[in-house]
């Protein structure tokens, strides 16, 4: 037999296992960021100012106008200004997280492109097809709250006579909501339109929207504070700052954290920025902060206003100031509702097809959802079918249902994008193919004395990226991976450990606060696996010579956000857990008989081997094309050294 010929088929051994070694790399195998990458159809129209306003726009909205009331009347009366202030502490540390990945991969599909360049194409897939559900059902939410909205200004009216003339769609229902909602179906297919318009016009007229909803938001601060009375906060009859206590506080901020969701449409339009590398970083910090400001400062003029027992779930604000007397504040507040669900619905309507058309490109998704229109350089497709699917799920289910639903997929996407900064910042330079700062090596700006002080002084190598630190290599087991691999597997394990700690934590807090031993001993078992999962990623080298923005605090920050999503997620209800049980059953019927045969990379990969998988002195400047060049940058100062 030659060298050259294949194994028999009369070999089953080798055969399964060839088999099951070429699954296990289609269903890994990461996104290559070739030379073309950062080229798109797309239009590269938006500013950092553009796109810092779209992220106000998609997050002061609903948060503000539907949810505020809801919070401090059932769960944290004044302490509501607390709730969001944690809720947005939590979302900026996952935001922090999107703006790095957003600065150095700019692609439409945020959260899906970063996975998948990142930990691989399922996992990508999963990211994405949940993304998808996220601004699917984001977008029938909002409108359903501006359909609430609009109806509330006339008394009831459109409800009351859909439910006369056409009946109860599913009354005492916990899957469709009371009654066909005929207007937000409409709301949403125009919000849809104005979409497919372009992404210029899209971001002009939510510019305008918002601009007018600020200018509402400021007379509701202003005029709101007229009527403050300190006494609403400190009445102990009314159960002063904290009348649910502190669990109602972080019970609220739970709550709270759906107005913050659509910073991600920030990190999406990112390939339409004219400078994602700085505008990505800016306008998410920038908005998020303000989002955060703006919540904060409603909260204390809606508690100050009138006390929380008085505070109506659906029209807060409306209905505080008519208990004030002041009963023309009522329609200027109303018409800002209008204004705020408007950009909220618009930055969401905005991000949908572009996750869409992220995901087609790559050929996971069909490729009629990759076309774009040469007119308006929009995905039309993409905008057309699921705008069409936002529609009919405005059409019959319930904004309590919806918020819910949508919650759990977001927080995956959140959690797994903290993971994938943690393992990005730990893999060597054979796997990492993002452009490097060139190695500064000791001995450039000063002369030393010994060699004893050169060794001490010599700068950390691009080698070391992913491997142990110099003092622990002779850690055992550890010292036997290969570079990158011990954190990829206890990322893992620390995501696990944090999900039994938080579940258990939730879930049993009666047994726990009697004093269960057993279930006391699995609390610590649980928080000693995530301390010992800790451990093993600090004891490896960093990568921190990214050429775009880095987030501080790595692997603190990441693992600190990983643990408040995952408390989050066990916060749902069971029948949330159902739901996305039977939409991933879908997503990956679609992945493995379409999206993992048709993808890009299975097209160009030769063999069942993928590039970033293959030994360093066989990958090409063709497939990483920074690799070869920072390499060249940097061996010419290892020889001069090693010279001396």
Known sequence: MSETSAVPASEPTPVKMGVLQRFVDQVTRK???????????????????????????????AGIYVLTGAVVRLKAGPSTVLSYFFAGMTAFLSALCYAEFGARVPKA????????????????????????????????????????????????????????????????????SE?????????????????????????????????????????????????????????????????????????????????????EG????????????????????????????????????????????????????????????????????????????STSMLGTAFSLPRSVYAMANDGLLF?????????????????????????????????????????????????????????????????CQFELKPEEVAGKEEDYATENSTILKKSKSHDDFGRLRQRLKNIPILRNYEPGDAVVIAVVLMTISMALFTSTLIYGMPLLKAGTWWLVIFMLLFGAMVVFSYMIIIAHEQNDAFMTFQIPFVPLLPAVSIFLNLALMFSLSYLTWIRLVIWMAIGLLVYFLYGMHHSRENRTASGYGHIVEMPTDSVTGAAIPNLDEDIREQQPPRKDEGSV
Not at 31 to 51: A, P
Not at 220 to 226: E, N, P, R, S
Not at 303 to 323: G, K
Not at 370 to 399: E, N, W
């Open 31 to 61: 996104k290559t960021i070739s030379e073309d990458f950062h080229e798109t159809s797309l239009r590269k129209c938006l500013t950092t100012f553009d796109i810092t306003l779209l992220g106000i726009g998609h997050m002061v909205g």
């Open 109 to 176: 599909g945020s959260a899906y492109s970063y996975t998948y360049v990142t930990v691989g194409e399922i996992w990508g897939f999963v990211i994405g097809w949940n993304i998808l559900l996220e601004h699917i059902i984001g977008a029938a939410a909002v409108a359903r709250a501006w359909s609430a909205s609009f109806d509330s200004l006339l008394h009831q009216a459109i409800r009351n006579g859909t439910i006369t003339h056409i009946g109860y769609l599913g009354k005492d229902s916990v899957w469709f």
């Open 179 to 263: 009654y066909p909602d005929f207007l937000a179906c409409l709301f949403a297919i125009v919000m849809f339109c104005v979409v497919a318009t372009g992404a210029k016009f899209s971001i002009r007229f939510n510019s305008v929207f918002t601009i007018f909803n600020g200018g509402v938001i400021l007379f509701i601060i202003c005029a709101g504070l007229y009527f403050a009375d300190t006494n609403n906060w400190s009445n102990t009859d009314n159960g002063g700052f904290f009348p649910f206590g502190f669990t109602g506080t972080l019970a609220g901020a739970a709550s709270c954290f759906f107005a913050y969701i659509g910073f």
């Open 266 to 341: 920030i990190a999406v339009s990112g390939e339409e920025s004219k400078h994602p590398e700085k505008s990505i970083p800016i306008a998410t910090g920038v908005s998020l902060l303000v989002v955060t400001f703006i919540y904060m400062l409603v909260s204390v003029t809606l508690t100050l206003m009138i006390p929380y027992t008085m505070t109506d779930t659906s029209a807060a604000f409306p209905l505080a100031f008519a208990a004030r007397g002041a009963y023309w504040a009522k329609y200027i507040v109303a018409l800002g509702t209008l204004f705020g669900l």
């Open 367 to 431: 490729e009629c959802f990759a076309r774009v229109h040469p007119k308006t350089q929009t995905p039309l497709y993409a905008v057309g079918v699921f705008g069409f699917i936002s529609c009919l799920m405005a059409l019959f289910f319930d904004i309590d249902t919806l918020i819910e639903f949508m919650s759990i997929g977001t927080l995956t996407a959140y959690t797994i994008v903290a993971a994938c900064i943690i393992i990005l910042r730990y893999l060597p330079v054979s796997k």
